[in-house]
């Protein structure tokens, strides 16, 4: 069966992403409301009947928004590390917290969803945890890397699996500097437990592009310090430098922040 995605939402107003068949699929991150969660997903024909699992990167706000919705009111199993779990215990943005629904994971040990094995790997972030998600599906292995600080060897090996690689341009570095944020914002956006700039996610992948790697989506863009034109460009200047052409050799698009995107068919 085809291998289908959507982000219903990607920045630091929320993150949530669907990925799924026509018979199942799981959510990775649910930091936008239950009710735009469950509108967003009807529209797309997808009921929540179809919803096996959530899958949590980390425990900041606009990642976890709902999974107590999720996991008390529906029973969908929230998959997490122990310090992630511990950190949506402890998050005051939630009044209601998780139960039975709560779901451990480790590191580097796949966890099974009907048809899709799941690894997480670690990312540098500063949460009580973060990690990214490999899912492997028949001949189709998706990987979600947001809220990256740095690429490190682990994420790279990782990537380089990727068919299909959802992957943070956070900030231009540029607009950072010279926007409004302080001093410690900035440093913490740029250090190496913030996020990704579109310059290191551009250089990355056009340095280690192969051919597997069929579509590439541009996640979590800053709405202060980015803009989906100037992401686009630099990726595909980068990867045009190496002589690889974004729309023939690799599909190349920027996801919204707070609206969904189409459905993509794998």
């Given at each position: 069966m085809d291998l289908k995605f959507l982000s219903l939402s990607s920045g630091s107003n929320g993150n949530c992403y669907f990925l799924g068949t026509e018979e199942f699929g799981v959510l990775f991150d649910a930091g936008i409301s239950m009710r735009s969660i469950k509108k967003n997903l009807k529209e797309n024909g997808i009921g929540m009947?179809?919803?096996m699992a959530v899958f949590i990167t980390?425990?900041?706000a606009d990642h976890i928004r709902a999974v107590a919705g999720?996991?008390?009111?529906?029973?969908?199993?929230?998959?997490?590390t122990k310090p992630v779990h511990d950190g949506i215990e402890n998050s005051r943005?939630?009044?209601?917290?998780?139960?039975?629904?709560?779901?451990i994971i480790e590191k580097e040990i796949a966890v099974y969803i009907k048809e899709f094995k799941i690894t997480a790997f670690d990312v540098p972030h500063d949460s009580s945890d973060c990690v990214g998600y490999l899912v492997d599906y028949k001949h189709h292995k998706w990987v979600l890397a947001t809220d990256v600080g740095e690429i490190t060897t682990k994420i790279g090996e990782y990537?380089?699996?990727a068919n299909h690689l959802v992957i943070?341009?956070?900030y231009d570095r540029e607009m950072l500097m010279k926007g409004n944020y302080p001093d410690f914002l900035k440093e913490r956006i740029s250090a190496g437990r913030g996020h990704l700039s579109n310059i290191e996610t551009a250089g990355f992948l056009a340095a280690n592009f192969d051919l597997h790697l069929k579509n590439i989506w541009l996640c979590h863009l800053s709405?202060?310090?980015n803009h989906p034109d100037l992401a686009l460009k630099t990726v595909e200047v980068a990867m045009g430098k190496y002589g690889i052409?974004?729309?023939k050799d690799v599909n190349l698009t920027v996801l919204k922040r707070i609206v969904p995107s189409e459905m993509f068919i794998l």
């Open positions: 009947e179809k919803i980390h425990d900041h999720l996991g008390e009111k529906y029973g969908i199993p929230v998959y997490a943005f939630l009044s209601e917290k998780l139960g039975d629904s709560r779901r990537i380089r699996l943070e341009a956070n709405q202060e310090n052409r974004t729309g």
